[in-house]
């Protein structure tokens, strides 16, 4: 069972820009699908982005697309999302999220969840 830890996250004005990390204990992360899910209050989760491992192939929701880059360093256990151009309506809980699957995309369904991380954008 893998473990993920968040890193990053806290208050940022409207505009503004903020690096999640999320580093994982798993040894081998070959054929893995590793993303991040967030949930604002009162709201459903909601799939942000992802990244496979194998081709390094990205994914995002429509949301985010073109403010928002996931990425990974080259030795697959840490991975970032960099957001750009922060709205209010991005504030929630951040988790990172991580399985073995064969394909990748942008979903709420996980396996593996990390323990979660604030992020607030204020106008």
């Keep these: 069972e893998s473990q993920l830890v968040e890193s990053g996250?806290?208050?940022?004005?409207?505009?503004?820009?903020?690096r999640l990390s999320c580093t994982t204990?798993?040894?081998?992360?070959?054929?893995?699908?590793?993303?991040?899910?967030?949930?604002?209050?009162?709201?459903?989760?909601?799939g942000v982005?992802?990244?496979y491992t194998d081709n390094g192939r990205e994914y995002?929701?429509?949301?985010?697309k073109g403010r928002f880059t996931i990425s990974r360093d080259n030795t697959?256990?840490?991975r970032y999302l960099q957001m750009n151009d922060l709205k209010p309506?991005?504030?929630?809980?951040?988790?990172c999220v991580a399985?073995?699957?064969?394909?990748?995309?942008?979903q709420t369904t996980w396996n593996a969840w990390g323990q979660g991380i604030q992020v607030t954008v204020s106008s």
């Design 9 to 18: 996250g806290g208050s940022v004005q409207a505009g503004g820009s903020m």
């Design 60 to 64: 995002y929701a429509d949301s985010v």
């Design 25 to 46: 204990s798993v040894s081998s992360l070959n054929r893995y699908c590793m993303g991040w899910v967030r949930q604002a209050p009162g709201k459903e989760r909601e």
């Design 76 to 78: 697959k256990t840490t």
């Design 99 to 106: 399985d073995p699957r064969s394909t990748c995309h942008v």
């Design 49 to 51: 982005a992802a990244i």
């Design 89 to 95: 309506e991005d504030t929630g809980m951040y988790y």
